[in-house]
């Protein structure tokens, strides 16, 4: 229940007692010494780093979770803490051969007969696939796991789907090669279908309360404002849901928020 309750505090916008809570079922796991729930509380602790954007601490964590389920014959936590550490590695410029890994481990999770974590984990493979500047995959990764969300309710992690989906749709938009007399028309199209995903995401967080996702969508919101000249509205949009937040300053997504709103003062 400890390892539940920190992702929740995580999402609500309370970062650091998340991870108090996660460190503490750490311990308590490691105190019992039994392989399931030990194997268990490090893939939970790896999702609550790859949450706080800490790709080495994920990495760690998944890598533990990995041995310790190979050892004892622990296939969904193996197959779930391997896609989560090729993000890490992905997120840390290492190994971009890690998107088969990654696909490897899904495939793997579903050979097992659950769908628990599908949409969270294909949005990691989504994350992975934008790094590596693969927009097309990312954004069918993304429209599939918003498809598995909606139809078996885990919608936990659906305000980031959205706001996923709209940054691919700005990145692919740049890369695309095109007559130049299309370029206009490609690009407001897909600004417009960005900021209509970055709209749901915020109106999905704000509904769930998930306070950390709605920081996300703001940001996202607020860069496409600023780069379209509307730095007050992006400002404003931004700062309303950071001057909510009461701990976590040091964590990425705090500090970028901060810089980013001196960025459109």
Same mark, same amino acid.
């Given at each position: 229940m400890q390892c539940f309750a920190a992702w929740s505090l995580w999402f609500l916008g309370q970062p650091d007692q998340a991870l108090? =809570? #996660? !460190?503490?079922? *750490?311990? *308590?796991?490691?105190?019992?010494?039994?392989?399931?729930?030990?194997?268990?509380?490090?893939? %939970?602790?790896?999702i609550l780093h790859h949450l706080r954007r800490e790709p080495t601490l994920a990495r760690e964590r998944a890598e533990a979770a990995i041995a310790l389920s190979s050892e004892h014959k622990l296939m969904l936590y193996q197959a779930h803490a391997t896609v989560t550490r090729g993000w890490a590695l992905i997120e840390q410029g290492l190994q971009e051969s890690e998107i088969e890994g990654m696909?490897? @481990?899904l495939a793997a999770r579903q050979a097992t007969g659950t769908e628990l974590m599908r949409p969270h984990l294909s949005a990691q493979l989504a994350e992975a696939? /934008?790094?590596?500047?693969?927009? &097309?995959?990312?954004?069918?990764?993304?429209?599939?796991?918003?498809?598995?969300?909606?139809?078996? @309710? !885990?919608?936990?992690? !659906?305000? !980031?789907?959205?706001?996923?989906? @709209?940054?691919?749709? *700005?990145?692919? /938009?740049? =890369? =695309?090669?095109?007559?130049?007399?299309?370029?206009? +028309?490609r690009?407001?199209?897909?600004?417009?279908?960005?900021?209509?995903? %970055? &709209?749901?995401?915020?109106?999905?967080?704000?509904?769930?309360k998930a306070k950390s996702l709605e920081l996300r969508?703001? #940001? +996202? #919101?607020? =860069? *496409?404002?600023?780069?379209?000249g509307k730095q007050q509205e992006g400002r404003l949009l931004l700062a309303q849901i950071y001057d909510g937040f009461t701990e976590g300053f040091n964590t990425r997504d705090l500090r970028e928020a901060k810089a980013l709103l001196s960025g459109v003062s």
């Open positions: 108090h =809570r #996660m !460190e503490d079922a *750490l311990t *308590l796991a490691r105190d019992l010494s039994e392989p399931h729930g030990l194997a268990r509380a490090l893939y %939970f602790a790896a696909r490897h @481990g696939l /934008s790094k590596v500047r693969q927009t &097309k995959e990312g954004l069918r990764v993304v429209e599939e796991a918003l498809a598995v969300a909606h139809s078996n @309710g !885990e919608r936990c992690y !659906e305000a !980031e789907l959205y706001r996923l989906k @709209g940054e691919l749709l *700005l990145m692919q /938009s740049t =890369r =695309r090669a095109v007559p130049q007399a299309a370029t206009g +028309s690009v407001g199209r897909a600004i417009t279908n960005a900021e209509v995903c %970055f &709209k749901e995401s915020i109106k999905i967080a704000q509904r769930q969508a703001a #940001m +996202s #919101m607020a =860069r *496409l404002y600023q780069n379209q």
